[in-house]
C-alpha cells in the first residue's frame, strides 16, 4: 500500500503553479498545499504584459487573474535556493527548509540578456512591465533588440504610446517564428505604422561613455534613448545544482511530467516529449496543459493520461490579431477556409508529416474553436 501523500511543495507562483495547485485539489488532494514564488505579486497573466498592459491609458487590470482557490500558503518575495532530493526538502533563502511528499518545480525562466548595462530593459515580469509602460509616458526614441513575437509586441507598443521605434532583428521578423507568409503580413503591418525595421546578422548592447547603443555586424550602431532587448528567455535551474535534474539548462520530464514519481516539473523549465523529440515550449498554454497532466500524476500516477500537447500561440500587434493552433513556423501558403488576403480569415497549412496547423488572423473567431485554454486572460 502507498504512503499516503500529506504534503504538496510548488516552488513557482506563475500559470504552471497555480494550475499545478488548481489541478491538485481537483485530483482530491486534500493534505498541506504550499507555494513559493520569488515575486510578491500574486499569480498574473504574463501575456497580457506586452499586450494590453502596455497599452491601457487607465485600466491597470488587464494582468490580473481570478482570485485563487486552492487554499495553499503562499511564501511570496521568498527564493527557493536548493533541492535535496534525499531527504525531499527545499532549502529557502531565509535559511529555512519545506519538507514534501511530492514538489512541482515551476520555477520558469528569466529574459536573456544582451549585456550588463543597467538601461538595457527587459520585459519579463510585472514590475518590468510596469517601469517600461512609465518610461513610455515621456515618449522616448526607443530600439528593440530582437524580431520574435515578444519584440514586435513590445515595438507595437512603443509606437502605440507615441514613439519613434527602431526593431533590430536577426533576418526578417517573426520569419522564424510564424514562417514566411505569416511574417510578410506583420511585416508590412510593422513598417505602414512607421516601424523602422533594421536586420543585422547580430546585435549586442553595449555603454559608452555614459551612452548605451546598440551595435550591429559590420559596426553600424543604432542609437535611441531607451534600449529594450527580447531575444528569448533562461530556464530557471541554477537552484537544482547538485541534484542531477537539470541536464543542459533543462529539467527533462516523461509524458506525464514527472522526472520520479515524487517530482513533477512544468513550464518553462522543462522539456517533454513531443512529435519533434523532447523540447521547451515556453508558452503561456504549454504551461497550464502541462501542469494539469503533472499534477494529476503526482496523485493518480500512471493511472494518469499522458500529455497530448497541441501548441497554440497568440498575438497582437500592428492592429494585427493572430490565433494560431499547431506547431509552428509554417511553410507554403495557405489553404482559406474562410476569408482571403488581405482581410479577416482562417487558414490552414499541412505539413509534410501529415499533421497541420490552422491560424485565424483578425477573424472573430472564439477561442475555444481553435484550442481551448483554461485562464486565457490576455
Known amino acids: 500500500m502507498s504512503t499516503p501523500i500529506q504534503r504538496v511543495v510548488i516552488v513557482g507562483n506563475g500559470i504552471a503553479g497555480l494550475t ?7 485530483a482530491c488532494f486534500d493534505g498541506e498545499l504550499t507555494v513559493v514564488g520569488d515575486e510578491t505579486h500574486a499569480a498574473y497573466s504574463r501575456p497580457a504584459l506586452s499586450k494590453a498592459l502596455l497599452l491601457d491609458d487607465a485600466d491597470m487590470s488587464s494582468h490580473e487573474l481570478a482570485p485563487t482557490t486552492h487554499g495553499a500558503t503562499e511564501l511570496l518575495g521568498v527564493r527557493a535556493t536548493g533541492l535535496d532530493v534525499d531527504r525531499r526538502l527545499v532549502k529557502l533563502d531565509d535559511g529555512s527548509a519545506l519538507s514534501y511528499d511530492r514538489v512541482v518545480l515551476a520555477t520558469g525562466s528569466r529574459a536573456r540578456r544582451l549585456s550588463d548595462a543597467p538601461e538595457e530593459f527587459t520585459l519579463r515580469g510585472l514590475d518590468d512591465a510596469l517601469a517600461l509602460r512609465k518610461r513610455l509616458a515621456g515618449r522616448p526614441s526607443v530600439a528593440v533588440v530582437g524580431g520574435g513575437p515578444l519584440g514586435m509586441e513590445i515595438a507595437s507598443g512603443c509606437l502605440a504610446a507615441g ?5 533590430v532583428s536577426q533576418g526578417v521578423p517573426l520569419i522564424q517564428q510564424l514562417g514566411p507568409y ?4 506583420f511585416v508590412k503591418a510593422a513598417l505602414e ?3 523602422t525595421i533594421v536586420e543585422t546578422g547580430f546585435a549586442r548592447i553595449e555603454e559608452r561613455a555614459g551612452e548605451t547603443r546598440v551595435v550591429l555586424d559590420g559596426g553600424a550602431v543604432v542609437e535611441a534613448e531607451l ?3 527580447a531575444v528569448g528567455d533562461v530556464p530557471n535551474t541554477e537552484w537544482l545544482a547538485g541534484t542531477g535534474l537539470a541536464d543542459q539548462g533543462v529539467v527533462q520530464v516523461d509524458s506525464r511530467g514527472l522526472v520520479r514519481p515524487d517530482i513533477a516539473a512544468v513550464g518553462d523549465l522543462a522539456a517533454f516529449p513531443t512529435p519533434y523529440g523532447l523540447r521547451r515550449v515556453p508558452l503561456w498554454s504549454s504551461a497550464i496543459e502541462q501542469a494539469k497532466v503533472a499534477a494529476a500524476a503526482l496523485v493518480r500516477g500512471d493511472d494518469t ?9 497568440w498575438t497582437e500587434q500592428f ?3 493572430l490565433k494560431a493552433v499547431g506547431y ?11 476569408g482571403g488576403p488581405g482581410g479577416p480569415a482562417l487558414m490552414r497549412w499541412s505539413h509534410g508529416d501529415g499533421s497541420g496547423a490552422a491560424a485565424a488572423l483578425n477573424y472573430r473567431i472564439p477561442i475555444p474553436r481553435l484550442r481551448r485554454v483554461s485562464r486565457e486572460a490576455v
Open 20 to 26: 499545478a495547485a488548481d489541478t491538485l485539489r481537483e
Open 328 to 338: 509552428l513556423p509554417l511553410d507554403g501558403e495557405p489553404t482559406y477556409v474562410e
Open 193 to 195: 505604422r512607421g516601424l
Open 163 to 167: 514613439c519613434q521605434v527602431t526593431l
Open 319 to 321: 492592429g494585427l490579431n
Open 182 to 185: 505569416l511574417a510578410e503580413i
Open 227 to 229: 534600449m529594450v532587448s
Open 305 to 313: 493520461p499522458p500529455l497530448q500537447f497541441q501548441p497554440y500561440f
